[in-house]
């Protein structure tokens, strides 16, 4: 007969938020409650604390700046991938890997999507 195979889960889970300023800083009072810590830094910091770098306010930036500008752009516009392709014509699975790093952006795809998006094309560089 086979043992159990299946590994427990972790008691630990991360979990990130996006919201106006005023509600983060209504969650991280909360979190505190609970005991909860900023898992980039180990600890949450003071609720005034304002001066983030980009990189420590969103650590992929400093690998995938252009992926992460993408996925931002959808986000506010409200476009799926799906949506985000055909108003550009780049196949979505290129529009995924972009998002993830493993693709690379070069100028025209970037204007294309600058275009789509509303943003300067400078950004997915």
Known sequence: M???T????TEEVEARFIGTPENIRKLRRAARAFNVVDATKGKL???DEKNWTMEEAF???AWNAGGVSIRGGRAKEGL???QLAELTGIPQRHISEMENGKRPI???LARKLAKALKVDYRVFL
């Open 2 to 4: 086979l043992g159990h």
């Open 106 to 108: 070069g100028k025209e």
């Open 6 to 9: 299946k590994k427990r889960h």
């Open 45 to 47: 910091p003071p609720e």
């Open 59 to 61: 650590p992929e930036m």
């Open 80 to 82: 799926t991938q799906r």
